[in-house]
């Protein structure tokens, strides 16, 4: 089983653990709201779009709170069993919902007061420092300054290059930082730099 399957498993326990009516940390989504923008991601084509383009943005909202509607139980059963046979991202379902299930399932943990860090395996932060890698460009990509991705073992990574600036060094392990990167602040990071260059990119709009 791969990564993106064990955190797709992972977070149907943890939603069914703490109930459709709980908050996450997608705006004012509760946790039926996010189950069923996963289930219309994978099994609505012809809504899906929406997610990224905003002139369909509407009728995947329309359809989206219809299918929030549905028993609880019922969107659980569509997230855990991933994207039909005939959705396309069935043939690439361990790379492309590899970050979605594993920020969704943080955006649930950490929804609440006193959450904690998930002690992950080596193997997995590897693979989430490869996606970091992939998209950090994208998330920073409105920084003002240069900005560095550092983790503590020594791998390091410049994702945004503004010559002439300061530059901002975030450190953490890569499952802390893939989250900032989509644009949570409910992380364990250390940052490096100058005081306003640091707040400029604390506050970017980090949305990929």
Same mark, same amino acid.
């Not at 955190?7 to 943890?14: G, K, S």
């Not at 791998?155 to 945004?160: F, P, Q, R």
């Given at each position: ?33 996010? +189950? ?89 932060? +590897? ?11 994208? +998330? ?69």
């Amino acid at each position: 089983m791969n990564m993106a399957q064990r955190e797709r498993r992972a977070l149907v326990d943890t939603m069914s653990a703490v109930g459709p009516d709980a908050p996450t940390l997608c705006g004012a989504w509760t946790v039926r709201d996010l +189950a069923a923008h996963l289930v219309v991601r994978e099994r609505r084509p012809d809504a899906s779009p929406g997610i990224m383009l905003k002139p369909l943005a509407g009728y995947l909202e329309s359809v989206q709170t219809k299918a929030a509607r549905r028993p609880f139980p019922d969107l659980l059963e569509d997230v855990r069993t991933g994207p039909p046979w005939w959705s396309p991202l069935k043939p690439v379902d361990a790379l492309a919902n590899l970050t979605e299930m594993f920020v969704h399932h943080e955006d649930v943990r950490r929804a609440v007061p006193g959450w904690e860090p998930r002690a992950l395996p080596a193997a997995d932060e +590897a693979s989430l420092w490869a996606a970091l890698r992939r998209m950090g460009k994208m +998330a920073y990509r409105k920084s003002p300054v240069t900005v560095e991705l550092a983790t503590p073992d020594g791998k390091n990574a410049v994702v945004h290059t503004k010559s002439g600036t300061a530059k901002v060094t975030l450190t953490g392990k890569p499952s802390e930082l893939l989250l900032h990167a989509f644009g949570r602040d409910e992380v364990r990071i250390e940052t490096a730099g100058d005081p306003d260059a640091v707040r400029s990119v604390l506050s970017l709009d980090r949305s990929v």
